[in-house]
């Protein structure tokens, strides 16, 4: 069974950083893409950041580039998100996601076929 568990959400000020992690198990984590995803109340699930199988590629969304970093660990089986100078507008869920891994990295939701439960990420003004 396929598991993602999101961690390392919480509450912080405007400026501030948060560190996620993502752990996966049940599948073959270094054949796998990654990415995160983020949802705020009202609004459509949002494409964030994505990492290559071995980690070496990386794509950001324009509203987070030079902000926050990507990366992975295969031999621990675990994707990180570094948020850094947070904005009120990044607060929503954060959701970690799998998908097989291809030749590009993919925005869409619909690329990614596993998902953990998510991680709320809050930004105070």
């Known amino acids: 069974q396929v598991q993602l568990v999101e961690s390392g959400g919480g509450l912080v000020q405007a400026g501030g950083s948060l560190s996620l992690s993502c752990a996966a198990s049940?599948?073959?984590?270094?054949?796998?893409?990654m990415a995160w995803f983020r949802q705020a109340p009202g609004k459509e699930r949002e494409f964030v950041a994505a990492?290559?199988?071995?980690?070496?590629?990386?794509y950001y969304a324009d509203s987070v580039k030079g902000r926050f970093t990507t990366s992975r660990d295969n031999a621990q089986n675990l994707m990180y998100l570094q948020m850094n100078s947070l904005k009120p507008e990044d607060t929503a869920v954060y959701y970690c996601?799998?998908?097989?891994?291809?030749?590009?990295?993919?925005?869409?939701?619909?690329?990614?076929?596993?998902w953990g439960q998510g991680t709320q990420v809050t930004i105070s003004s």
């Open positions: 990492i290559n199988w071995s980690g070496d590629t990386t």
């Open positions: 049940g599948l073959s984590f270094s054949t796998y893409r």
């Open positions: 996601a799998a998908g097989v891994a291809g030749g590009y990295l993919p925005t869409t939701p619909l690329a990614y076929h596993y």
